[in-house]
């Protein structure tokens, strides 16, 4: 059984540029949580998704935002980049959010510099 | 909002050693996960807790969902060199959104 798997692994941008990174859940897990993980603030939740639809939203500007497909396969998008959004973008699929044990599993992350 | 107390931030320990690492909130959780990342690498779960009170062993990790659901520890016996990475607390809540720790990040000295 294939992990969660994100592209790319590595990518350098420049401010005020778009990017847009890609997550592929395991297979039969509908739910899809991006955390955006930085050296001095650990893992903080951007958002999840389930059945394409956003379920719960962290607190960042709407420069951050992502959408799921109906394969479960799920993007996210940052706008205007910031040197400040430089960080490891780790995407993590789960079997279904309302089954009371919501256990992740994480892709290897996307790691974006901006310059 | 809902915020993980997590400590220590890192730890310097000889080979051989026992850790003890924990977690402490203000919000009440329903799930205590712990994960543990390698350089480069997405955290993979360790272990996985459902129930206050509840003690469960995976090999030489051993982790606790505290009584009043506001805190859990993890403690690793015997260390070795591949323990070597950082280790993260997470809580799952009510809305089913799941908060992490900023991590201990464990050294092992030769």
């Known amino acids: 059984k294939a992990g969660v798997t994100q592209t790319p692994r590595y990518l350098i941008k420049t401010r005020g540029q778009q990017v847009t990174l890609s997550c592929s859940p395991i297979?039969?897990?509908?739910?899809v949580s991006w955390y955006q993980q930085t050296p001095g603030q650990g893992l903080q939740f951007l958002f999840e998704?389930?059945?394409?639809?956003?379920?719960n939203k962290g607190n960042f500007p709407g420069r951050f935002s992502g959408r799921q497909f109906s394969n479960s396969r799920s993007e996210m998008n940052v706008s205007t980049l910031e040197l400040g959004d430089s960080a490891l973008y780790l995407c993590a699929s789960s079997l279904n959010p309302d089954s009371g044990a919501n256990v992740l599993t994480f892709g290897a992350g996307s790691r974006l510099t901006v310059l | 909002g809902q915020q993980l107390n997590q400590s220590p931030q890192s730890m310097f320990i000889q080979e051989g050693e026992d850790v003890s690492m924990n977690c402490t909130s203000s919000s009440i959780f329903n799930t205590w996960l712990w994960y543990k990342q390698d350089p480069g690498e997405g955290p993979v779960l360790l272990i996985a807790l459902y129930k206050a009170g509840e003690l469960t062993s995976n090999g030489r990790l051993t982790a606790q969902f505290g009584t009043t659901r506001k805190d859990s520890f993890l403690n690793i016996s015997a260390s070795i060199p591949s323990d070597v990475g950082i280790y993260f607390c997470a809580g799952g809540g009510r809305d089913d959104k799941i908060i992490f720790g900023k991590g201990t990040r464990l050294h092992i000295l030769p």
């Open positions: 998704y389930f059945s394409e639809t956003q379920r």
């Open positions: 297979s039969g897990h509908r739910s």
